[in-house]
């Protein structure tokens, strides 16, 4: 079959490779829609796993099941279904102690183009197909559900981290796709003031579509400077990090108020260490709690998602902005996610 590939730390191409085979827990997928992601360019050009070589990329899929294996119940050959980027296994011991995320190791439920070969290809492997593939339900467009795979969960899981409650005063820090999903899922679960640091224009449009009450542009000033002046220098309940690098942390702390809380879901791609302001944190006594994690796969995740498109609570069809008709286009796709050009939010390539 077919790949689209990171050849090695820099270097992307196609290459030919044997279609997978299916254990009897598990399920091969053809794709019918893929979206190409930040994290496949931190991958590739930060090498921020190390170094892949001819490792098929991608990890946001939904797909036509061609194959199960024989222990499978509750899927079948013809079924159309969302795949999450993250596909744990859930007989693991870290599963059972509420980590999915992390069976087998740190990240390791993350296997798409990380311990395995990922979705861009002809057809794709995945594990534990009862526990980790979700049919597509009835009035859910498939182009729209592979939103469903990795930005919805992911921008909902920082919220998550940061324990949004019922009037909060929110920042989301970053508002690319993720972060305007983060958006939409704290404005969900009750924020009042709602934050959105951001500049590119579209972002800053289905932000405040979203929910966003203020834009922080930080081309315009100091985000710190200007939130404090916006909250009458008293900062924020909480903090979602959906975007920026290791120095973000800086302003996280120095926004939120003692006793708050921050979520972070952003993939740190380089640097070794991450700052925390002494002095803002209360030499470490503020109360100022840092979370990170990476998003929860699985089936129930994403049908419970999936009926929040069905019920109209959200729509992250407004994330697409880029349409291509044929897997030739995979390339193309993630270029764009690299360079990020002004009115771009996320590229979906249809097969």
């Given at each position: 079959?077919k ?18 085979t299916c ?22 050009w ?24 024989s ?27 509420g980590?999915?995320?992390?069976s ?8 798409f ?41 992911t921008?909902?899981?920082g ?12 920042c989301?820090?970053?508002?690319g ?5 983060a ?19 579209k972002?800053?449009e ?6 966003a009450?203020d ?11 200007q ?14 990090i ?6 973000t ?10 006793g ?22 209360g ?12 998003m ?20 992250p ?15 193309e ?5 690299k ?13």
């Amino acid at each position: 079959m077919k790949g689209f590939a990171m050849l090695k730390i820099g270097q992307i191409g196609w290459i030919e490779k044997e279609r997978p085979t299916c254990g009897v827990m598990d399920a091969i997928v053809k794709p019918i829609a893929v979206s190409p992601c930040s994290s496949d360019v931190h991958t590739v050009w930060a090498g921020a796993l190390g170094d892949r070589h001819n490792m098929i990329l991608g990890h946001e899929a939904v797909g036509e099941v061609v194959e199960v294996g024989s222990l499978v119940k509750d899927f079948k050959v013809g079924d159309k279904v969302v795949v999450p980027a993250i596909t744990p296994d859930w007989n693991s011991l870290e599963a059972q102690r509420g980590y999915s995320m992390h069976s087998g190791g740190m990240l390791a439920g993350w296997k798409f183009s990380n311990f395995k070969d990922g979705v861009f290809a002809e057809y794709f492997h995945v594990n534990d197909a009862d526990g980790n593939l979700a049919l597509i339900p009835e009035g859910v467009d498939p182009i729209e559900a592979v939103m469903l795979c990795d930005m919805v969960p992911t921008g909902f899981h920082g919220v998550e981290l940061a324990d949004v409650q019922f009037g909060d005063s929110v920042c989301v820090i970053g508002i690319g796709p993720v972060g305007l999903m983060a958006v939409a899922g704290a404005a969900l679960r009750g924020a009042s003031k709602l934050f959105a640091v951001g500049s590119r224009p579209k972002c800053v449009e289905i932000a405040k579509e979203f929910g966003a009450t203020d834009i922080i542009n930080y081309r315009e000033g100091d985000i710190v400077e200007q939130i404090m002046e916006k909250t009458q220098g008293k900062g924020v309940d909480k903090v979602v990090i959906a975007g920026g690098n290791s120095d973000t942390f800086v302003q996280a702390v120095k926004i939120v108020k003692p006793g708050g809380r921050i979520g972070n879901v952003n993939y740190l791609g380089s640097g070794d260490f991450i700052q925390i302001p002494r002095v803002e944190w209360g030499n470490g006594m503020a109360h100022k709690t840092i979370v990170g994690g990476l998003m929860p796969g699985g089936r129930l995740r994403m049908e419970k998602l999936a009926s929040l498109i069905q019920t109209n609570r959200i729509s992250p069809k407004k994330l697409i902005t880029h349409k291509f008709n044929g897997m030739e286009h995979i390339e193309e796709g993630l270029l764009l996610m690299k360079d990020k050009p002004k009115d771009l939010i996320k590229p979906v390539v249809i097969f």
